[in-house]
């Protein structure tokens, strides 16, 4: 298809969208694109500090509770052995 166009001959070929462009529109690729956006730009990632100190917290907390996890286990476990006649 041709067109006029100020004295001068225009060839009109179809676009077509580009293999990115066709990818986007896949949904699994629309989420993978959406989730690297996201992530890149709209997540406020902790400092170094920050990210220190949380974990030092996280590991402080699991080891308190597994300490009063253990104690109570301990204490049912002698409950148990009381209960059943077998404590020495």
Known sequence: MTQRREGR???RREQRPSV???LRQLKVFRFLYEAYYELR?????PTFEEARNMTIA???LSLALGI???LVDIGLFQLFRL????AR
């Open 68 to 70: 009063v996890l253990g």
């Open 20 to 22: 990115f462009a066709r």
């Open 41 to 45: 730009y709209k997540v406020t990632w």
């Open 58 to 60: 996280v590991i402080a």
């Open 9 to 11: 001959q225009e060839v």
């Open 83 to 86: 209960i059943t006649g077998t």
